[in-house]
């Protein structure tokens, strides 16, 4: 009987942390889906400062291509792991 229970806690324990898991990466799917609706979108970038490599904008500086160059020059701030500009 003794381990008939230390095998549905367990069970219970793996279940528990495989469900944490789930919801972190489904938290992390959700947020990357959202991050890059807004960023595509030039209006968003424009609204919230955030804008991705390679977006085309219209600028006090005239027609620019966001990429790390143009971000740099401007001195915004490029991140190389989104590979976006923060234009604000």
Same mark, same amino acid.
């Given at each position: 009987?003794? /381990?008939? =229970?230390?095998?549905? !806690?367990?069970? %219970?324990?793996?279940?528990?942390? *495989?469900?944490?898991?789930?919801?972190?990466?489904?938290?992390?799917?959700?947020?990357?889906?959202?991050?890059?609706?807004?960023?595509?979108? /030039?209006? =968003?970038?424009?609204? !919230?400062?955030? %804008?991705?490599?390679?977006?085309? *904008?219209?600028?006090?500086?005239?027609?620019?291509?966001?990429?790390?160059?143009?971000?740099?020059?401007?001195?915004?701030?490029?991140?190389?792991?989104?590979?976006?500009?923060? !234009?604000?």
């Amino acid at each position: 009987m003794k /381990k008939i =229970a230390d095998i549905i !806690i367990k069970l %219970c324990e793996i279940i528990s942390i *495989l469900s944490i898991i789930l919801f972190v990466f489904l938290t992390s799917k959700i947020f990357t889906f959202i991050y890059s609706y807004l960023t595509d979108d /030039k209006d =968003a970038c424009l609204d !919230i400062g955030i %804008c991705k490599e390679g977006l085309q *904008l219209n600028t006090e500086h005239g027609l620019i291509t966001i990429n790390k160059e143009t971000c740099l020059k401007y001195n915004w701030e490029w991140r190389d792991d989104w590979k976006d500009c923060h !234009i604000r």
